[in-house]
């Protein structure tokens, strides 16, 4: 999945110069927010969301199809003590990521731009838009403890670090996922315009949050990685989890939206015409 993205990059870089002749791509800069899906969520709370950014180049292939090669940033977290759930309350797990994401999208524009290749003559004033892609992304739980917040992987709280128990190991912390969503393009001078975007990333992991199945041997994670691997696997007041107990679901993945109000700018003019 990395080749792939680096590549379709590399070759955007490529065709720079006939895209500079063609007067079709444009940069774009924006704020928005993260939300977490997972198994620290029921249902929607805008307590969740956390602040993000996004860089991106776009280039035009078609008069109504564009390519984006985007980066975002930014923080995702959720907590079992903002869940109406009272099984998830009592479970108490809480956790916080970063997300860095680079993808890869195609952008579908419902109106036409009617001299595409030339100028941006013909290009609306509004456009609503469709986009699906790929991307990766880096994301890190953690969770504190005593003051203290712990990257959870490296402590492999359901077990993933004892010997010898079947379990397939540590995740990766690179995953990919498939954005898809909506947004809308509104041009205001004829360099710049403003955007705004919702996207939804369903991703290859179940990881996001650190927790998808079960309670492992706790005498057993206490020697494998540490008492603060246990008293982070096992949150309950009263230390009512046994191994082999549902911790979370492991078949669900894990998926989060990325919302931005974005400035779009234009290598080339809009005419001041339609």
């Not at 078609?62 to 079992?80: H, T, W």
């Not at 994670?221 to 492991?250: C, H, K, T, Y």
Request: charged content about 15%; some cysteine; aromatic content about 14%.
């Amino acid at each position: 999945m990395l080749r792939i993205v680096c590549l379709t990059f590399l070759c955007c870089l490529t065709l720079t110069p006939s895209l500079l002749a063609q007067r079709t791509h444009s940069f774009s800069v924006g704020i928005g927010t993260l939300y977490y899906y997972g198994d620290l969520t029921d249902k929607f709370n805008n307590s969740l969301l956390r602040p993000a950014v996004q860089l991106g180049y776009n280039r035009y292939m078609l008069p109504n199809l564009s390519f984006r090669v985007a980066g975002q940033y930014g923080e995702i977290g959720a907590s079992d003590n903002m869940a109406i759930d009272p099984g998830r309350q009592v479970r108490n797990l809480h956790f916080r990521s970063t997300i860095v994401e680079l993808s890869g999208v195609l952008m579908y524009e419902f109106f036409r731009d009617k001299n595409f290749g030339n100028e941006w003559i013909g290009k609306p004033h509004l456009t609503p838009y469709v986009f699906l892609g790929v991307s990766l992304f880096h994301f890190n739980p953690k969770a504190s403890a005593n003051g203290e917040w712990y990257a959870l992987q490296p402590l492999g709280t359901e077990g993933q670090n004892i010997p010898n128990s079947g379990n397939p190991g540590p995740y990766s912390l690179i995953q990919w996922s498939a954005p898809l969503g909506v947004g809308l393009n509104l041009r205001l001078t004829p360099y710049t315009g403003v955007g705004v975007e919702l996207g939804y990333r369903t991703t290859a992991t179940d990881y996001l949050d650190d927790v998808s199945t079960v309670y492992p041997d706790f005498e057993a994670l206490g020697q494998a990685s540490g008492e603060i691997a246990v008293q982070l696997s096992e949150r309950s007041v009263d230390n009512r989890f046994r191994p082999g107990q549902i911790r979370g679901n492991p078949g669900s993945k894990d998926s989060y939206f990325f919302t931005a109000v974005t400035i779009n700018y234009y290598l080339s003019r809009y005419a001041t015409r339609n």
